[in-house]
């Protein structure tokens, strides 16, 4: 038996290990979808942020060492200001062990978060104090052969009921838009 020191952990938040990080990188690759923006994705984003009245969407894929928004819908209005008067804006890239669509990838189900700060295995991840997100609703995109490519998300500043409509809906936008990924890589398209 080995003994394997523990990783550090901000809180008590213990980002899940990813056994299948460099398959679904090389993945993401072969569908043509590694770390770049791509604007029909910014739109569904913007999409999925006026269904749910949320003022942060995202489509999410997680790789090795960080997440990528490839979609994303954010305020554009001044970075988020902390209460110790220091700010922070929401760029396309975290890293793996910020934010929970990391949870929603390894775990390969929805996540569903009305007040991040009720979940102690959640209330201090980064990016509850660096951009003041308070409440989360995440589903996994899951391509034909099982994999999790990545996340559909969007995220609140305030502590929200997003139900079981909230549920059912990502998870069938989720359902649909890896449909549309994997429909436009075989037949080379965009989005």
Not at 117 to 122: K, L, N, S, V
């Amino acid at each position: 038996m080995s003994y394997e020191p523990p990783r550090p952990v901000r809180g008590l938040l213990l980002t899940p290990e990813d056994r299948e990080a460099p398959a679904r990188v090389h993945r993401l690759r072969r569908l043509g979808l590694a770390d770049r923006p791509d604007p029909a994705l910014d739109s569904f984003a913007d999409h999925l942020a006026r269904l749910t009245g949320a003022p942060y969407a995202m489509v999410n894929f997680i790789g090795e060492e960080h997440q990528f928004f490839a979609g994303l819908s954010a305020p554009a209005v001044a970075p988020v200001v902390r209460e110790d008067g220091s700010s922070a804006e929401l760029g396309r890239v975290l890293p793996r062990d910020h934010g929970f669509c990391p949870h929603v990838v390894v775990r390969h189900k929805a996540l569903v978060l009305e007040d991040v700060r009720d979940y102690p295995r959640f209330a201090g991840n980064p990016v509850v104090d660096a951009y003041g997100i308070r409440s989360y609703l995440g589903a996994p995109l899951i391509d034909s052969s099982g994999m999790t490519l990545g996340t559909v998300c969007a995220a609140d500043v305030e502590p929200r009921v997003w139900g079981r409509a909230g549920l059912e809906g990502i998870k069938a936008l989720a359902a649909d838009l890896v449909v549309r990924l994997e429909r436009s890589a075989e037949d080379g398209l965009p989005l």
